[in-house]
């Protein structure tokens, strides 16, 4: 494809293609690998209450479930499988500076730092990095790649880049 550039800060793994506005509430976009292929698609489900995206695999089966969830003292979106919630992603505010928490159902919970509006952060869990987000690997206006390190769960931590544009850009 010849659109990555090489990037020596982020975690060996996987790396993925996404597009702002990525999340629009009623539209559907493809996650595409570093070689191109579509791997996932996010669907936004319109005409809903509460911001819901629905992050499918190629053969249309649902993988995770991010949902706004309303009436929260602070921001919150929960991601869910098989009907079960696996993580709760909440916005903190510190300053001028937003931060994400992420409580992941059976430990090892993350935390998300860094410049959620120009797609520059990092998820960490324990001081280790295990996705680095960025534009600075794309020269396609409007699209940001996903780094995940090797042996980590990627539709959940996609799932929870989607949740985090979603919540970073309200």
Known sequence: MGLLRNRDDAPEGRRFQMHEKLASIGDDAWIEDDAGERVFKVNGKALRARSTFILEDLDGREVAKIQEKKL?????????????????????????????????????????????????????????????????????????????AQGEDEALLLALTVAVDEMAGE
Do not use: C, P
């Open 72 to 148: 929260s003292v602070r921001d919150r979106m929960n991601i869910e499988r098989d009907g079960e919630t696996i993580a709760t992603v909440r916005k903190a505010l510190v300053g001028i500076r937003a931060r994400f928490s992420i409580d992941v159902e059976g430990g090892g919970d993350l935390k998300a730092h860094g410049n959620f509006l120009q797609h520059e952060y990092e998820i960490e869990r324990d001081g280790d990095t295990v996705a680095t987000v960025s534009k600075k690997w794309f020269r396609v206006r409007d699209t940001y790649g996903v780094q995940i």
